[in-house]
């Protein structure tokens, strides 16, 4: 089980606009904002997603290959998620859908942020 995820931004105080919107159309909130870093959880529960600056003081940048899935409610939840992305400055890498194209238990939608961190939303069933 994964415990927490940190995802590297080149400025995190303009990222969380980006943030607030992808991971709150899921029911997360940003929960503090404090020395450079955002701490974003499920209302009600810990942070458990912190968006910060690398910690070895070069840039951030994506990392190819790697990608961040989060886990939505809904199919409504995914496709307000990938809305929210594009209209905060996110790069679409895949709308909302099934993948495959044929399935019936696996819905989500790709984007980058604004610092090129791939990012999935997704519900199952």
């Known amino acids: 089980m994964i415990g927490y995820v940190t995802i590297g931004a080149l400025d995190v105080e303009k990222a969380m606009p980006f943030y607030d919107a992808?991971?709150?159309?899921?029911?997360?909130?940003?929960?503090?904002?404090d020395g450079g870093w955002a701490g974003y959880g499920p209302k009600g529960q810990d942070a458990?997603?912190?968006?910060?600056?690398?910690?070895?003081?070069?840039?951030?940048?994506?990392?190819?290959?790697?990608?961040?899935?989060?886990?939505?409610p809904s199919k409504d939840a995914v496709a307000a998620a990938h809305t929210a992305a594009l209209a905060q400055g996110g790069i679409d890498?895949?709308?909302?859908?099934?993948r495959p194209a044929d399935s019936t238990?696996?819905?989500?939608?790709?984007?980058?942020?604004?610092?090129?961190?791939?990012?999935?939303?997704?519900t199952k069933g």
Do not use: H, W
Not at 22 to 33: C, H, M, N, P, T
Not at 107 to 122: E, L, Q, S
């Open 93 to 98: 890498e895949g709308g909302p859908g099934p």
């Open 22 to 33: 992808v991971l709150g159309a899921i029911g997360y909130e940003r929960q503090f904002f």
């Open 105 to 122: 238990s696996f819905y989500g939608a790709y984007m980058r942020d604004p610092t090129g961190n791939k990012i999935a939303v997704f």
């Open 48 to 72: 458990n997603t912190f968006v910060c600056p690398p910690f070895d003081g070069q840039a951030a940048r994506g990392g190819n290959g790697v990608m961040i899935a989060f886990l939505a």
